[in-house]
């Protein structure tokens, strides 16, 4: 064992030693996210900045496809941390599991600089194959997805096994099962039907339910697992309400996507159906928290790790505005017949995926941060402490200053595109145009500047923290391991 606060690898088990590979990648292709979105962002207020050497379809393609990628690194590398402490068993196939890695992401990095090089031309049937699908957040061309599935696949080989090797918890099993759903609901974007309708109802399979279900259902997991972990929660707390969040899921998830396909021709009850099923999968994974904090008051809020415990309450109050609050907001019919294609979609769409998924990755990098320097204290009067509570801030007051900035936006738009002109392309046009459309769109990239700032100093601090520290982590009070639950 290294001294404290000594980066050493021998402080982690392999599949720890697996996940901070994932991190890393993860962080770059945040960094990577951040980057592409500002030139885009750029671009809505200046229309010929790098016209023809990096157009804004490639920019924004690149931004969405970096979240989502970033987003499955950081959410592999949580599971590859907790799996093997979870289930009390070496990881089974590791030796493939770090194969898999390297694929990955030698394809992810490919996939980025076709997307870069080749920017226009023909579509055919090869480049479906080979550069691009031409599909909304799914661009990627029809060989990474396949090797998506396949690197999905071995994940979930791995995971199985050392669970059955080992023992299964709560956490465990919702993990598993959940895992067949996310390398099964990918499967339902990879073919195509000539009718346009039909074609798109298949394809928000995959961006809503693999995304909003599977997703919200592994971030569960992950909750659970790091309140359990920095709190010291009873077991039975999280995983009660793991339980209710998959009841949930499973209840509302399938007819909260319904307010996607009254625009694509499908009857009008699922108007209705989906904008009011689609803002109640949050709410578990809120009382989760909630009730967590309120047991952990009996102990005076004792934990072993400030930052972590900072970014899972974000991720429990992010989750509920921005994947409830802001998109309840948006999907009502009433409301949806103005705002549908407008700048609310973008900002309920940062702001959800920030809250919900991004916070909780986050808080994974700095649970992997105290390991790996020996778990080192990281609880009050933490030296450099103010590096992470300045980086949440800011990355904080950006996303927020950037969602209120395409609220603003949208809501002109809502005004002048929908409701004065009634959806022509003049009245499309005279929205983009008018001061109250750019002035938000300027606020987006005065706090996306703001943000990018913030995950400067994130990084710095995930660099740094623990270096400074002699201390060993704060004892937790009660017992949290698996063999009690």
């Excluded at 998506?148 to 919702?174: D, M, S």
């Excluded at 429990?316 to 948006?330: K, P």
Aim: hydrophobic residues 55%; neutral net charge.
């Amino acid at each position: 064992m290294a001294a404290l606060g000594v980066l050493d690898g021998a402080n982690l088990n392999g599949g720890q030693k697996l996940a901070v590979k994932y991190f890393t990648v993860a962080f770059i292709l945040f960094g990577a996210q951040i980057l592409f979105g500002l030139l885009a962002g750029l671009q809505y207020l200046n229309p010929d900045f790098l016209f023809g050497v990096l157009d804004f379809s490639v920019n924004r393609m690149v931004h969405i496809n970096a979240l989502v990628v970033w987003l499955l690194f950081g959410f592999i590398g949580s599971v590859y941390w907790l799996l093997e402490d979870e289930a009390g068993s070496p990881v089974v196939g590791i030796k493939l599991g770090n194969l898999i890695f390297w694929i990955f992401t030698l394809a992810v990095a490919a996939v980025v600089v076709v997307y870069l090089v080749v920017q226009i031309g023909p579509g055919e049937k090869s480049s479906i194959w080979l550069i691009n699908e031409g599909r909304e957040y799914i661009e990627a061309p029809r060989w990474a997805d396949i090797g998506i599935v396949v690197c999905v696949l071995v994940f979930f080989f791995n995971v199985v096994a050392t669970f059955t090797k080992g023992r299964y918890t709560g956490i465990g099993g919702v993990l598993v099962l959940d895992l067949v759903a996310l390398a099964g609901l990918y499967l339902a974007g990879m073919f195509y039907t000539p009718n346009i309708s039909v074609d798109q109802f298949w394809w928000w399979w995959v961006i809503h339910l693999w995304v909003e279900a599977t997703w919200e259902v592994m971030v569960g997991c992950l909750m659970a697992y790091a309140l359990i972990k920095t709190l010291g929660v009873r077991r039975k707390i999280v995983e009660t309400w793991l339980y209710i969040e998959v009841a949930l899921m499973f209840g509302s998830g399938i007819l909260g996507l319904g307010h996607h396909y009254f625009w694509i021709g499908t009857p009008e009850y699922w108007f209705t159906i989906g904008g009011f099923f689609s803002a109640l999968e949050p709410i578990p994974l809120v009382a989760m928290v909630v009730h967590a904090v309120f047991d952990s008051g009996a102990h005076k809020m004792k934990n072993n790790n400030h930052p972590v415990l900072g970014w899972t309450i974000a991720h429990a109050f992010g989750n509920f505005f921005g994947a409830g609050v802001w998109g309840f907001m948006h999907t009502l019919p009433q409301i949806n017949l103005f705002t549908h294609g407008t700048q609310w979609t973008p900002s309920h769409g940062h702001l959800a995926f920030f809250g919900a998924y991004a916070t909780i990755v986050i808080a994974f990098f700095y649970l992997a941060m105290q390991k790996w320097r020996g778990n080192v204290w990281m609880s009050g009067n933490m030296a450099g402490d103010w590096k992470w509570k300045w980086s949440l801030a800011l990355l904080h007051i950006g996303m927020i200053g950037m969602v209120m900035g395409m609220l603003v936006a949208g809501y002109q738009q809502s005004f002048i595109e929908r409701a004065i002109e009634g959806s022509t392309w003049m009245g499309y046009f005279t929205a983009q145009a008018h001061p109250w459309f750019l002035q938000g769109m300027w606020w987006r990239q005065i706090f996306g500047w703001v943000f990018a700032a913030g995950y400067v100093l994130l990084a710095w601090d995930l660099l740094t923290i623990g270096k400074r520290e002699t201390r060993p982590i704060a004892v937790l009070h009660g017992d949290a391991s698996p063999a009690t639950a």
